[in-house]
């Protein structure tokens, strides 16, 4: 198990042996007191969750109160003679923090119920003034998060003391193993309260007769029983299989990748997935994810020999068994601390829990950097709208000026203008002024003939013969969407996804750029401009219903001011999540939630189609060709990369509040709405921003946004705000795309009809 440091709270723990940052003073070598500082902090503050948590549930131990040794005993806070003993001790403290925080999770497991109510989280409530976004990176840290797999624990179900620590453990998802004695011997005497748990005959008999195997990990791709050596080798077939498939432009992708592992540089925050051979039991091992932030400390712990890069699924593997004799270059500076170096501790006092609520000075908000691609309005209105200019006019009431026109289309109006722009321009005005017009009617909205869905217009889109793929409307148990596929490639050569869009004027407009033949070339260019699209596989197999829990952002008070800390929390658990193996649905969705999960979430996930997960938590639906199968997002999860809190209303006062928090999450009915820090998907797409694209309206916004953010000034909105504050920037566009998503549906349909 990989006990991970990637929270909020702990993120000060994450250091490698080699970039610690280790002083020296007349000849004495000691850890930076400001990292001294904060893990002196982290500590005290979770031997005081401890004590407090244990104090309260009346648990006592059979070792009796000293537990231990703490990470302080360790050395961290001591001067040393040598910079390997400083390093040495300081990595052994490091470690120390695992069996304290194992300490924490025990104690608030003795204060949990069985109805599930976190208990924990009131009586630390009620014994401090911490801030809520500490309690919720509590809440998703290894420490607090239940549902994390553990070890496991061996009791002895003859000592009494030990009987008050079943339930505990069995409400911490901690597997209890009890020794019960031998097959043939006498049986022991046990606490009664224990006989529930004790194997009856036909259980040993059916233990013993089968050998088990523990469930493999989620997203892992090894099968049952594979061993790494039967995995490349599958792998290896798959690759082969793959590599016959692959576009032009998907092969440069990947031989970029390629040659960027060979120089074995630590994959960074948006780098590959890196997984860990976790030996299990008899030499067995399984193929697990590791946590991001704990990618550069194992990687370090291994030579380039034990790593394997797949350059088709941007995936490193790590195994000391690739190599086994394999030294690493800084194994002779590996030096363990002496026990007699020992020096005066620095001075230290008992700390505030709420040092825990820093944030670096330097923090920067994710998400900053632009989309690569950038259209004129000239090419969005040709390639996505078939707006043209060797084409008769039309009647047109009123012609808007060119910034509104330009706004409408999701662009900005050009400073300057070549000659040659000029017909278009007009053509650009006059075409906009006719759907703003005609948005209006309730009857049907016929073409203008500047459009090539007019049947006068001479490039008239379905007379046109040089289109690499093809469209398809249909009406599914999805709704109605079209399918877009290759013409002339044959289905060995492209991927084993289709590629579904629901929006006609992306589907059109794949057309007019002409993408592809390959579906993942066409993929690649709609990620790119954050339109949205499905990647569907034909399979008939049934759900397996085991999409996990979502834990969200919590509870606030209404009227509640964020801070930047709840931001720093919102986006530490944002991007967990992202991490899944299923968070490439997000890349998926285009709009605000594409912009939100672009920065986390590789463009190599587009590529590879449905995930390991997808039968358990994607899409399915019903087409005439058999059941399609895609990555979804829940509900709950969409509203996790947006930002979304509940909040209290009905004028609820502050302590009743807090005493009605847990009632709320058990759904006891009070009051609530949401509040976010970006609108919710449904508020998006419903939003006057949605233009089926990115447009360069959506990312002015979302940097002004942004900068809101940084600055301290942000609030959270509801989604009516939301919706009001977006509709207030541009109507026109709203009502210019639905107008051509009315008559882009009419020619898709009508063509599939004939």
């Known amino acids: 198990m990989f006990p991970s440091f990637d929270n909020p709270i702990f993120k000060h723990l994450i250091w490698t042996r080699n970039r610690l940052p280790i002083k020296q003073d007349g000849g004495w070598h000691y850890l930076d007191p400001e990292v001294q500082k904060k893990w002196y902090d982290i500590e005290m503050g979770l031997q005081w969750i401890a004590e407090e ?28 003679a040598e910079d390997s003993f400083a390093r040495g001790s300081a990595m052994k403290s490091r470690d120390a923090f695992v069996p304290l925080m194992a300490l924490c999770t025990f104690a608030i497991a003795c204060a949990g119920s069985a109805d599930g109510t976190l208990r924990w989280m009131d009586i630390l409530k009620a014994k401090s003034s911490l801030e809520p976004s500490w309690f919720e990176d509590l809440t998703h840290s ?87 050596k039967s995995y490349f080798q599958r792998m290896a077939a798959l690759h082969l299989v793959l590599e016959q498939k692959e576009s032009h432009m998907q092969r440069g992708k990947r031989l970029d990748r390629e040659r960027h592992s060979r120089s074995f540089e630590a994959p960074g925050k948006k780098g590959a997935t890196v997984f860990y051979w976790e ?30 890069y797949d350059d088709f699924w941007d995936e490193w593997d790590i ?42 000075p330097n923090y920067q908000p994710e998400s900053a950097t632009p989309p690569g691609f950038k259209d004129t309005v000239y090419a969005v209105a040709q390639f996505r709208y078939g707006i043209t200019v060797d084409s008769p006019g039309g009647t047109v009431s009123s012609r808007p000026e060119w910034p509104v026109a330009c706004r409408a289309l999701g662009c900005t109006a050009p400073e300057s203008d070549a000659a040659n722009n000029q017909r278009l321009r007009v053509a650009i005005m006059d075409a906009v002024g006719y759907l703003l017009d005609a948005s209006h009617r309730t009857d049907r909205l016929d073409p203008i003939p500047l459009c090539d869905l007019h049947i006068r217009n001479p490039n008239y889109i379905l007379r046109r013969r040089e289109f690499v793929t093809s ?47 390959h579906s993942v070339d066409i993929a690649y260019e709609l990620y790119s401009r954050g339109c949205a699209f499905q990647t569907c596989i034909l399979s008939n197999c049934p759900p397996v219903h085991d999409r996990p829990v979502t834990i969200g952002l919590g509870y606030r008070l209404s009227g509640y001011k964020p801070c930047m800390r709840d931001y720093v ?49 994607g899409r399915r639906f019903s087409s005439r060709e058999g059941v399609f199968w895609d990555d979804d997002l829940s509900e709950d999860e969409l509203d996790l990369i947006c930002g979304v809190y509940k909040v209290f209303t009905g004028g609820l006062q502050h302590w009743f509040a807090v005493v009605c928090l847990f009632a709320l999450l058990l759904g006891k009915g009070l009051q609530d709405s949401h509040m976010s820090w970006w609108p919710k998907h449904s508020t998006w797409i419903k939003s006057s921003l949605n233009t089926g694209y990115w447009s360069d309206t959506c990312e002015k ?53 004939t």
Not at 346 to 355: A, F, H, R
Not at 582 to 603: P, Q, T
Not at 702 to 720: D, K, P, Y
């Open 142 to 228: 290894d420490v607090a998060n239940l549902s994390i797999p553990r070890v496991g624990v061996f009791l002895n179900p003859s000592v009494e003391e030990l009987k008050g620590f079943v339930r505990p453990m069995l409400l911490a998802n901690v597997p209890i193993w009890i020794h019960w004695g031998m097959l043939n011997s006498p049986k022991l005497d046990y606490l009664s309260s224990l006989k529930v748990y004790r194997p009856n005959k036909d259980d040993i008999e059916a233990a013993t007769s089968e050998k088990t195997v523990a469930d493999l990990p989620k997203g892992s791709r090894q099968l049952k029983g594979e061993n790494w």
């Open 319 to 360: 195994c000391s068994e690739f190599d086994p004799d394999a030294i690493r270059d800084d194994d002779d500076n590996m030096v363990d601390m002496p026990p007699t170096t020992l020096a005066s501790p620095i001075p230290l006092t008992q700390p505030d829990t709420t040092v825990w609520m820093d944030v670096d």
């Open 569 to 617: 929390t919102y986006e530490g658990i944002r991007n967990n999540f992202l991490t899944t193996p299923r968070a490439r649905a997000a890349l998926l969705k285009g709009g605000i939630v594409w912009r939100l999960a672009r920065e986390v979430v590789s463009d190599a996930a587009v590529a590879l189609g449905p995930s390991s997960e997808v039968y358990g938590t």
């Open 279 to 308: 030996e299990y039991d008899s030499g067995f091992r399984f193929r697990r994810q590791v946590p991001r932030a704990d990618v550069e400390e194992l990687w370090e712990t291994y030579a380039s020999s034990q790593k394997r």
């Open 53 to 80: 948590l244990i104090n309260e549930a009346g648990v006592l131990f059979p070792l009796g109160p000293k537990l231990g040794p703490f990470p302080s005993a360790c050395g961290y806070l001591n001067r040393h």
């Open 471 to 517: 469209i398809r409307s249909e009406k599914t148990g999805a709704g109605l969407v079209f399918w877009i596929d290759a013409i002339n490639l044959h289905p060995s050569r492209n991927a084993q996804w289709r590629l579904i869009v629901e929006d006609p004027v992306t589907a059109l407009e794949c057309l007019r750029r002409r993408w592809g033949p």
């Open 701 to 753: 916004w979302f940097q002004l946004r942004l900068s809101s953010i940084r600055s301290g000034e942000a609030s959270l909105r509801s989604g009516q705000n939301w919706s009001q504050s977006i509709d207030r920037l541009e109507n026109r566009a709203k009502r210019f795309f639905h107008a051509n998503r009315e008559l882009a549906t009419q020619v898709l349909v009508e063509q599939n009809r």
